[in-house]
């Protein structure tokens, strides 16, 4: 396969080129003919844009034959996509109407990137600039604040995405158009990424094995890396967010530059937290520091663009166990995790005659994780500041914590990390555009990984072992008036080799219909149905050994089958120019649902869990409304409300990890007639219910209500614009626990009164 990679980059390499277009248009408003300046104009499958001058008008040079969609969009404007065939059209003008809703944005997750109107699948999208806007400490925090999605967290620093329910290697995270891979299955594995460098975050809810393969049956979640400048332009910005609760920061720069064929990124991140506050103390070991790097540079002409993509990310994380130490010092203690993670992508594009294209995605990450444990043999050591005593001691100076601090960080140079793991991940991704015939748009590729995991430290949580996977698909959008169907079809092969003397293979055959129908200019129902899997992972597997993080000595099972979904999922939205009203209902079987249940054992003081499956189902969905009275053009209330239900079937047991219902109401005011630009505020009301319906191991949580606010614009400071927003969450400091909390079990409350304040510049 490999061989075959490279003949197709060196025939990209020495393709000729072909016949150059430009286009040449201008954007104005529908109401007023007035010039709309700054417009974004937008070309999804080129990868190619450019902005409205100060008059409304704009040039797309070097552009290849065939059918392309050009979006425009503008702050305050519905987003046109509009069908272009070059070399026959080179003029086009371009009228605006406003909306009082957000901007339709391109859909980049789903393979026909379709403006989220014209998709079958319903994704949700946010800007991370949005997110960040509500003072959200990381990237983990601010994904559960999409319908439909929320977090399993341990302290601020650890995070993994939940969708509807389901979570860990059921729910697939992508990353520079490559899948991220950093031994996703452990609970206290985060993400590993910072927000830094990433413009929006799409979410798939439900199973999405046809584009994407195993451990996609739960959702996707697709972090779009920044754009690059538009055409011969160049931009840097400066980032400062400060956080009061945890006396923490989060700081980046970025610098990016195009010309008229080359063009490059850079952006460099800091970010460092003291232990998270809650009303009465501070959660102990909760601190992390965190550095990341990102680089891009890439080559466009008529025929071919490609791009290079590298990030790395370095955390010292803190594992909370208890509380104990009172410090404001930003060094993890022991327990810890040190995490280098390094992702390198490669996207390809080639544009033939015929208006087919062929697309190659490459991806290598390297996930270096290190974990440090408590020492307990130092008893003839003049330190005691370690013995267990101190740490429950809250008296301590923070001088003396400095002082523990650098004893820990000493300890972790001396000794070697008790559990070390690499796992080094190839991906590769060719997909071919067939040319549009009628009214079909039609995709086939074929895409795959080979990883290893190696283990370097004392103690292992999954063995040595080599992965590989190969899959085959093809998908079709077929384009009526007011109908739009999509379908597809996918085979999958996964071979796991352990230890080299344990080989297991699994595959799986799945596909997926959807139909979006528009009735009249208002009203659209969207009906899909898809089939997924997962094959289990090397923990399931292989596990036997006790879980400390969890209190529980856990055995695997080598005879466990893959898990396989099908999922229907029902939508309608109903939108005027005052109010948009949304439901979203899925219903998710699950046959061969692996979970951990207790046999009544103990081995190690531990109780003995282990690996056995299920069928489970799971339901529920989102619901939503959206108010933008007339004439109080200023005003915005919006409201939602989401739940979920999962059980095992054969006796009807709850499973775990299921979020709690939760009812969001926001009122938000943007004002158009002031000098501040993009100015806003808005207050929220966010309330969790109680959660009963809770597995054999959980315990039930009690609901709980959170006020949040908060106020942003834009000014303009020597010629440049200074973006500023301040935000509280927890306005009330109330005490309370989320239920996909882990530090539940241990009483420990989420995080107090947190007020931050955000500054963004454009150099």
Request: glycine letters at 8%; a negative charge.
């Amino acid at each position: 396969m490999k061989s075959t990679i490279l003949k197709l980059l060196f025939l990209v390499a020495i393709i000729p080129i072909y016949a150059q277009n430009t286009i040449k248009g201008s954007v104005i408003d529908a109401n007023s003919n007035e010039e709309i300046a700054f417009a974004n104009i937008y070309i999804p499958k080129l990868e190619k844009g450019t902005i409205t001058d100060e008059n409304g008008k704009f040039t797309l040079t070097k552009l290849p034959n065939g059918k392309h969609t050009l979006v425009c969009s503008f702050v305050g404007y519905e987003t046109q996509s509009i069908e272009i065939n070059l070399p026959n059209d080179t003029t086009i003008d371009i009228s605006l109407n406003t909306s009082v809703f957000k901007m339709d944005e391109v859909i980049l997750s789903t393979p026909f990137h379709k403006l989220q109107n014209d998709n079958v699948m319903k994704v949700e999208q946010r800007k991370v600039s949005d997110l960040k806007s509500n003072g959200i400490i990381n990237l983990s925090e601010g994904i559960s604040t999409i319908s439909g999605v929320e977090t399993i967290s341990t302290g601020v620093s650890i995070g993994k995405p939940v969708i509807r329910g389901l979570s860990s290697n059921r729910v697939l995270v992508y990353t520079q158009g490559i899948r991220l891979e950093n031994q996703q299955f452990g609970d206290e594995h985060g993400l590993g990424l910072s927000d830094a460098g990433i413009e929006s975050v799409e979410v798939i809810k439900g199973p999405a094995s046809l584009l994407y393969g195993s451990d996609a049956l739960g959702g996707v979640l697709y972090l779009n890396p920044e754009r690059f400048a538009s055409n011969n332009t160049s931009s840097g910005d400066v980032n400062f967010t400060y956080f009061t609760n945890t006396e923490g920061y989060n700081s980046n720069i970025g610098y990016k530059s195009s010309s008229d064929n080359f063009r490059f990124i850079f952006r460099g991140s800091l970010a460092g937290h003291s232990d998270y506050k809650t009303d009465d103390y501070r959660v102990t070991n909760t601190r992390f520091r965190e550095q990341d790097f990102k680089a891009a540079i890439g080559y466009h002409n008529t025929k071919f663009n490609t791009e290079l993509r590298y990030n790395l990310n370095a955390s010292q994380l803190g594992i909370p166990e208890e509380v104990g130490l009172q410090s404001l010092d930003k060094t993890p203690l022991l327990p810890n995790q040190n995490i280098n993670n390094h992702i390198f992508s490669s996207k390809s594009k080639l544009f033939f005659e015929n208006s087919s294209s062929l697309e190659l995605n490459l991806g290598f990450t390297y996930n270096d994780r290190k974990e440090f444990e408590e020492h307990h043999d130092h008893d003839d050591h003049d330190d005691d500041d370690h013995d267990d005593e101190d740490h429950d001691d809250d008296d301590h100076d923070d001088e003396d914590h400095d002082d523990d601090d650098h004893d820990d960080e000493d300890h972790e140079d001396e000794e070697e990390a008790a559990l070390h793991m690499k796992l080094k991940t190839f991906s590769y991704d060719l997909k071919y555009n067939l040319p549009t015939l009628g009214k079909f748009e039609t995709i086939v590729g074929v895409q795959g990984m080979s990883q290893t995991n190696t283990n370097y430290g004392e103690e292992q949580l999954i063995p040595n072992a080599t992965t590989n996977d190969v899959g085959f698909f093809a998908t079709s959008h077929i384009h009526f008036e007011t109908i739009d169907i999509q379908l597809g079809a996918r085979y999958d092969t996964r071979n796991i080799d352990i230890n080299n003397n344990i080989s297991k293979s699994y595959n799986s055959f799945n596909g997926a219909f959807g139909i979006k129908k528009d009735f009249g200019e208002h009203f659209t129902a969207r009906l899909n149905i898809a089939s997924g899997f997962r094959a289990p992972n090397l923990a399931e597997l292989t596990s036997d050994g006790s879980h400390h993080g969890a209190n529980r000595y856990e055995i695997g099972n080598l005879n466990l089958k893959n898990e396989q979904n099908f999922q229907i999922d029902a939508s309608v939205e109903y939108q005027t120019e005052h109010v948009d009203i949304f439901a979203n209902g899925f219903y998710n079987s699950i046959n061969n649902y692996i979970f951990l249940s207790p046999n009544g054992e103990v081995i190690d003081d531990n109780p003995v869990y282990l690996y056995s499956q299920d069928d489970a189902r799971l339901y529920g969905g989102e619901f939503g409304l959206h108010f933008h009275p007339h004439p109080l053009d200023w005003l915005h209330l919006e409201s939602s409300f989401e739940m979920v239900i999962g059980k095992q079937d054969n006796n009807d047991a709850y499973l775990p990890l299921i979020p709690a219902n939760k009812l969001s109401n926001t009122l938000r005011v943007e004002f158009e007639k002031l000098p501040i630009k993009n100015n806003y505020a808005f207050v929220k009301l966010q309330t969790y219910f109680d959660q009963d319906n809770v597995s054999a191991f959980e315990t039930s949580t009690d609901g709980f209500s959170l006020i949040s606010a908060g106020i942003g614009g834009d000014f303009t400071l020597n010629k440049k614009t200074l973006s500023v927003f301040v935000s509280g969450n927890n306005l009330t400091n109330k005490s309370y626990i989320n239920h996909l909390s882990r530090l539940k079990s241990d009483g420990i409350y989420n995080m107090g009164r947190n007020i931050s304040l955000g500054l963004s510049y454009q150099l």
